[in-house]
């Protein structure tokens, strides 16, 4: 069974940065392709970036290209958001998800995608 472990969230101000980590209990990460969700009060779970299980290729929704960036260590089993230049819009519960590797990832945006979450972590950013 897969596990992973969200951690990073906080409360910031617009403008600034925050980098989220997850922590996952894969035998073989490399097997996995992992993606980023955010889920904010009222509406649905929204798909934000995912990564390839070698990490050799990325994809982003059209609202944080260029903010966010994923990257993953397999080494130590952990996939990383860092989010830059937050904005109020950015507010949400962040939730970290593993499948196994399926390509193109360009495909997989769909939470129903998915067969393993995290907990999620909170990111509140105020204007």
Known sequence: QVQLVESGGGLVQAGDSLRLSCAASFSSPAS???GWFRQA???ERDFVAII???GGRTFYAESVKERFTISR????K????QMNSLSPDDTAVYYCAARPELLPIELFTSS????YWGQ?????VSS
């Open 112 to 115: 129903s995608d998915y067969s």
């Open 73 to 76: 260590d397999n080494a130590q």
């Open 120 to 124: 999620g972590t909170q990111v509140t």
């Open 41 to 43: 009060p009222g509406k």
């Open 32 to 34: 996995y392709g992992m």
């Open 52 to 54: 390839t299980g070698n």
């Open 78 to 81: 952990m996939v990383f958001l």
